[in-house]
């Protein structure tokens, strides 16, 4: 089965600085790899997905993220921060090789953006 | 563009009463799943419905049962509640042009057992 750890469970940063939310997974096979974020009593929103090819993956609101096989990594960054980046960020994998398309997430980062 | 529907948004129940949730889907998505979000904590996936048939099965508890109807929308029915299924509870869709691509997810319906 897969896992997913996300190292921080907050991170503060003041505005305008950059970010690097961390997250690990664990699996004997090839994943698809996303980063979901869900504001205040809100659903979750796809920012971006990493399915093959180049491993660096630009998403929405100026994300982006880096697939790193050798160390099981895919750490979402932003080069400069907005308060309206506040937010629960929460890594996630599926396993494309059992057919279950069914999402395990991380347990969540919560980004704090001060001005 | 439509996204994915639940309803209702809120709801109270007491310890030991029933709740049904709903879900509809974006049109033409005709794969469905529930996700369990506790308080502070990551979203659990529950089940999950292709085609109006159960796909997969997570760590949905007994006292808990979902379908998924002819027009694709689902019903999440939770009976004998407990403090601790106070939760938000997500449904997301998908295509099979998008399978283990891209899951969309609506509001959350928040339920809270007192």
């Known amino acids: 089965a897969q896992s997913v750890t996300q190292l921080d469970s907050q991170v503060p940063v003041f505005e305008e600085a950059p970010v690097e939310l961390r997250c690990n997974y664990s699996?004997?096979?090839?994943?698809?790899l996303f980063w979901y974020v869900q504001y205040p009593n809100q659903g979750l929103q796809l920012l971006l997905k990493y399915l093959s090819g180049s491993t660096l993956v630009k998403g929405i609101n100026g994300f982006e993220a880096e697939f790193n096989k050798s160390q099981t990594s895919f750490h979402l960054r932003k080069p400069s921060v907005h308060i309206s980046d506040t937010a629960e960020y929460f890594c996630a994998v599926s396993r494309p090789d059992t057919g279950r398309r069914a999402l395990t997430f991380g347990s969540g980062t919560r980004l704090q953006v001060q001005p | 563009a439509a996204g994915v529907i639940q309803s209702p948004r809120h709801l109270i129940k007491e310890k030991r009463e029933t709740a049904t949730l709903k879900c509809y889907p974006i049109p033409r998505h005709d794969t469905v799943y529930w996700y369990q979000q506790g308080p502070g904590q990551d979203p659990q996936f529950l089940i999950s419905?292709?085609?109006?048939?159960?796909?997969d099965k997570g760590s949905i508890p007994d006292r808990f049962s979902a379908q998924q109807f002819s027009d694709y929308h689902s019903e999440l029915n939770m009976s004998s509640l407990e403090l601790g299924d106070s939760a938000l509870y997500f449904c997301?869709?998908?295509?099979?042009?998008?399978?283990?691509?891209?899951?969309?997810f609506g509001q959350g319906t928040r339920l809270t057992v007192v």
């Open positions: 419905f292709y085609e109006k048939m159960q796909s």
């Open positions: 997301a869709s998908s295509t099979p042009d998008s399978m283990n691509t891209e899951a969309f």
């Open positions: 699996s004997s096979v090839s994943v698809y």
